[in-house]
T-cell receptor, first 114, second 116 residues
Framework: GDSVTQMEGPVTLSEEAFLTINCTYT??????LFWYVQYPGEGLQLLLK?????DKGSNKGFEATYRKETTSFHLEKGSVQVSDSAVYFC?????????????FGAGTRLAVHP | EAGVVQSPRYKIIEKKQPVAFWCNPISGHNTLYWYRQNLGQGPELLIRYENEEAVDDSQLPKDRFSAERLKGVDSTLKIQPAELGDSAVYLC??????????????FGPGTRLTVL
């Protein structure tokens, strides 16, 4: 079935380090892909999205490129900050049964230290 | 604009007790979702409402879980009786569905349930 696999955490980095969180997916059809972020004590927020192959989503210095050939959507940021510490979820959306169904990965916790 | 509101934020109960969670979606959003997020996992859909109609409840354990969305606005999710395995974060989300294209789901902060 449709699924999302992302790298296990926690990922621990020093401030200004480069971040990569890997995400791969399995889907029938042509999904849209997303990264959601969950800050401590808050709800999930959409960080970025890409709706078709080769699209690049970007927001707040984060970016991810929809790679159909490798079924991947890796999240990257060139220089992380302490305020980026959160749990990051990769997700896909497929139109099925008359609506867009979101399927999430297990999440990757990021801890950034000063 | 107010986001999705959920209450309570935390709930601790003993097994076999009933519990209810409440959600107020973003004003004007016609679609409401309840998700369950187990520790260390991503959210999984329990039930989806279009207005007041439950259009996908295939993942809702109907022997003990029930939900309603009165007048197509607020929604309540109930568990009766609760089991140890129900300990999780219950998330509510809402969206304005306008066809096949993706419409962003906005999530509330969740209710963390602990069953002892």
């Amino acid at each position: 079935g449709d699924s999302v696999t992302q790298m296990e955490g926690p990922v621990t980095l020093s401030e200004e380090a480069f971040l990569t969180i890997n995400c791969t997916y399995t889907a029938t059809g042509y999904p849209s892909l997303f990264w959601y972020v969950q800050y401590p004590g808050e709800g999930l927020q959409l960080l970025l999205k890409a709706t078709k192959a080769d699209d690049k989503g970007s927001n707040k210095g984060f970016e991810a490129t929809y790679r159909k050939e490798t079924t991947s959507f890796h999240l990257e940021k060139g220089s992380v900050q302490v305020s980026d510490s959160a749990v990051y979820f990769c997700a896909l959306s497929l139109f099925s049964g008359g609506y867009n169904k979101l399927i999430f990965g297990a999440g990757t916790r990021l801890a950034v230290h000063p | 604009e107010a986001g999705v509101v959920q209450s309570p934020r935390y709930k601790i109960i003993e097994k076999k007790q009933p519990v209810a969670f409440w959600c107020n979606p973003i004003s004007g959003h016609n679609t409401l979702y309840w998700y369950r997020q187990n520790l260390g996992q991503g959210p999984e859909l329990l039930i989806r409402y279009e207005n007041e109609e439950a259009v996908d409840d295939s993942q809702l354990p109907k022997d003990r879980f029930s939900a309603e969305r009165l007048k197509g606005v607020d929604s309540t999710l109930k568990i009766q009786p609760a089991e140890l395995g129900d300990s999780a974060v219950y998330l509510c989300a809402s969206s304005l569905e306008q066809g096949e294209g993706y419409n962003e789901q906005f999530f509330g902060p969740g209710t963390r349930l602990t069953v002892l």
